[in-house]
């Protein structure tokens, strides 16, 4: 793709939707007017750059995949990898970015330095911490609201290929609870998610080891590169089956507060329209780098650490069906938001004014001044966080 592409479609004033490689769940890249695709897994490799002090700089149409491959074969890693490695760099990047790793790192987005943002006029420009903070802050996890990221400048950490592991069945759901925010608690864990699955909890913990080194306990395990297994090298299909939707949903709330999350998510569970569609609880834990920034609309705003429940069904694809589960998925929200949490933009959140107000404050009336001065009226516009920022 010409470099200048991008710019000239952005500066047309065309109604235009961003996308990456399309796997946000409530229909954010789904248009029947203008597409611009950035993801290019199989180019995107030869753009790559080194910039030394551990920063490479790449194209936003880059897979995960396709990085993590180059950078270990350098003796370098990316420090947080979501659990699906195909999907794009600037599409991740527009969402937050949360891994196995967050208990140690945060999220991707807490490792960019900086990105190339281009807006509706066609202008591009880099934007960082210190050069235009604004748009930085609202452009990671803003969805693609303040224009289209078209390179990220990341830091990188030194690559460690084995993990040691450790898995624990958890009885209850209060067990898990407790488990979890033990982990949060401490600072000395690289690795951590749990789930429930098939009716088991389960959760991972893990240390980063230089060499394979078994414990006693009897659940250990060296896992060598770690963010790969189960993971093919081409793109797997994530579609849902024939005639269903993916509904998904996350819900980040601080640490401390996942007893009341996933009991809001657990009297619903067994109940329709939640029985049978339920696929998944996934927990993972985010502690932020310090002196981090605190981004407009990432799922965490600036708590220093906090617990992610992931809640994912598939649902008949009737709309009666599916707006029971959005109807639920809002209650949820509710529930997050008064214990201060926020959601996860890639998934699926019903969005009006007076809840954005709520999760989003000031940021709401500001993303719609960036948009106006920007000229991105025409830019994602259908996204609900957009139109709840232009409605009053
Ligand atoms: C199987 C699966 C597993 C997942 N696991 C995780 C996980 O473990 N952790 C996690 O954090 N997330 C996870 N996700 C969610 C995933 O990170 C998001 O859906 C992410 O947006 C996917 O990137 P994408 O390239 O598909 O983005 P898209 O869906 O294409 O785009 C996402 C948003 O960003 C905008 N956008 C896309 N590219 C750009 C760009 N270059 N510049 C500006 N805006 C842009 C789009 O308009 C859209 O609003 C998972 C998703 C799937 C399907």
Redesign the pocket.
């Known amino acids: 793709m010409p470099s200048a592409f991008p710019s000239a479609l952005l500066g047309s004033g065309r109604p235009m939707?961003?996308?990456?490689?399309?796997?946000?769940?409530d229909g954010?890249?789904v248009t029947d007017g203008e597409l611009l695709v950035?993801?290019a897994p199989d180019t995107a490799a030869a753009q790559i750059r080194e910039l030394g002090d551990g920063l490479v700089e790449v194209p936003?149409g880059i897979s995960w995949y396709g990085l993590e491959r180059y950078l270990n074969r350098r003796g370098r890693a990316v420090p947080v990898l979501?659990?699906?490695l195909h999907?794009?760099v600037?599409?991740?990047l527009?969402?937050?970015?949360?891994?196995i790793n967050s208990v140690r790192y945060g999220m991707q987005v807490d490792h960019v330095e900086r990105i190339q943002l281009i807006d509706g006029t066609g202008t591009s420009r880099w934007c960082s911490r210190t050069d235009h903070p604004e748009l930085f802050r609202f452009a990671l996890g803003g969805?693609?609201t303040v224009?289209?990221?078209e390179r990220a400048v990341l830091r990188t950490v030194p690559y460690c290929r084995d993990t040691h592991v450790h898995r624990t069945y958890h009885a209850t759901p209060t067990e898990l609870v407790e488990h979890t925010e033990r982990i949060a608690q401490r600072n000395d864990v690289d690795v951590y998610c749990a789930s429930l699955r098939r009716g088991k909890f389960f959760s991972t913990t893990g240390w980063s080891e230089n060499g394979p080194r078994r414990c006693r306990d009897e659940s250990c395990a060296i896992v060598p590169d770690l963010p790969f297994v189960g993971h093919p090298d081409t793109e797997r299909p994530?579609s849902p089956s024939a005639g269903h939707v993916r509904l998904w949903t996350d819900y980040l709330v601080p640490a401390g507060q996942l007893a009341p999350m996933l009991a809001a998510v657990e009297t619903l569970r067994h109940h329709a329209p939640l029985n049978g569609v339920l696929r998944m609880l996934y927990v993972l834990i985010v502690r932020r780098p310090p002196d981090t920034t605190s981004f407009a609309f990432t799922p965490i705003d600036s708590a220093p650490i906090s617990i992610g429940l992931g809640v994912y069904t598939s649902v008949h694809g009737d709309p009666t069906t599916t707006a029971a589960t959005q109807r639920v998925f809002r209650d949820l929200l509710e529930r997050c938001c008064e214990l201060g949490g926020r959601p996860y933009l890639?998934g699926v959140n019903n969005l009006d004014r007076a809840l954005a107000e709520r999760l989003y404050r000031n940021s709401l009336d500001q993303l719609a001044q960036v948009r106006a001065a920007h000229r991105l009226e025409n830019v994602?516009a259908h996204?609900p966080l957009v139109r709840a920022a232009l409605s009053i």
């Open positions: 939707t961003l996308r990456g490689a399309g796997h946000s769940c954010q890249t950035t993801y936003a979501t659990d699906y999907a794009s600037g599409g991740t527009s969402v937050g970015g949360i891994g969805l693609g224009g289209l990221i994530v890639y994602n996204l």
